[in-house]
């Protein structure tokens, strides 16, 4: 590690220091990873994860939740509750057993039927999984784990020393990302 508390490692970079250091680090290497083929997704993600001069060890906990558990799903935008589509199923299973009545194919109506009752279901589910997750990760995982960042592109991880200070790795697993990242810092020394 050299004084400014840099330091290549395996698969990328890692730096220590206090939160305004860790933080202005945080932004650098979004800066440097924007230039490369990181995804537009994979940057937006880290920039709401990583953190701030001013963020407390509960905000870090706080995002490194969010960002850890099952992100929101269209089929929840999708529902309109419980209560409307059970009704809206109904009213499609009365108009397919008419068409049935008529000898006439149902299929539509069936199909709409199915789709507004499962909707609910399915939304509830995510949401109720998404809850327990969330209850996991903050009172089990940030407790013995540095809080983390992940995506198939990078990786980072912060840990909050005893002595005070920050450290943060940053891991990318494509080498000429890897070696275009650790270039932009070695020349920083």
Known sequence: MNDKGLKETNSGVKKKGDIEEIAGFAREVEDALEKEDVSEESIKK????????????NEIERKTVKAASI????????????????GKAGFEAVAAS????????????????SKSFFRPIFAGSIKSARVLEEKIYSKVMTKFNPYFFDTAEF???????????????????????????????????
């Open 98 to 113: 008419k068409k049935v009545v008529k000898k006439q194919s149902p299929e539509p109506e069936l199909k709409e039927a």
């Open 155 to 189: 990786s980072a991880d912060l840990r909050c020393e005893k002595d005070g200070s920050y450290s943060m790795d940053v891991n990318v697993p494509d080498e000429k990302q890897r070696n275009t990242l650790k270039g932009q810092f070695s020349g920083n020394n």
């Open 46 to 57: 880290f920039d709401d994860w990583r953190p701030r001069e001013d963020d407390s060890v």
């Open 71 to 86: 992100t929101e799903k269209s089929i929840e935008k999708e529902t309109n509750g419980l209560k409307k589509d059970m």
